[in-house]
Nanobody, 129 residues
């Protein structure tokens, strides 16, 4: 079955860090732009970050710029989301997915969720004191 598996979530305090992993099953991540998305309690799913396949350029939602970093580890065929200075409003289920329609991300990646496939089950991140 072709899918991705997210891991690395947990319960942390404000100001802490977490690193999420996105690992594929049945395909190679290098072939696709990879998006990170999240859905908080009572909220719609929103784009967090996108890592291009072509040049590994990245885009971020304004709410996470300067705190989150998405990057690829080609040797491990994994995409990571390093999250620093976490805030309670970052609490959400985090998903990664592969964009089957383009290799390069755009600034409006969050509005193009229909282009993404192979969604995983998500990993829960809870930021609370």
């Amino acid at each position: 079955q072709v899918q991705v598996v997210e891991s690395g979530g947990g319960l942390v305090q404000p100001g802490d860090s977490l690193r999420l992993s996105c690992a594929p099953s049945g395909f190679t991540l290098d072939d696709y732009a990879i998006g990170w998305f999240r859905q908080g309690p009572g909220k719609e799913r929103e784009g967090v970050s996108c890592v291009s396949a072509s040049d590994s350029s990245t885009y971020y939602a304004d709410s996470v710029k300067g705190r989150f970093t998405a990057y690829r580890d080609h040797a491990e065929n994994t995409v990571y989301l390093q999250m620093n200075s976490l805030k309670p409003e970052d609490t959400a289920v985090y998903y990664c997915a592969a964009n089957l329609m383009r290799r390069r991300c755009t600034e409006v990646f969050g509005a193009l969720q229909y282009e993404y496939s192979y969604w995983g089950q998500g990993t829960q991140v809870t930021v609370s004191s």
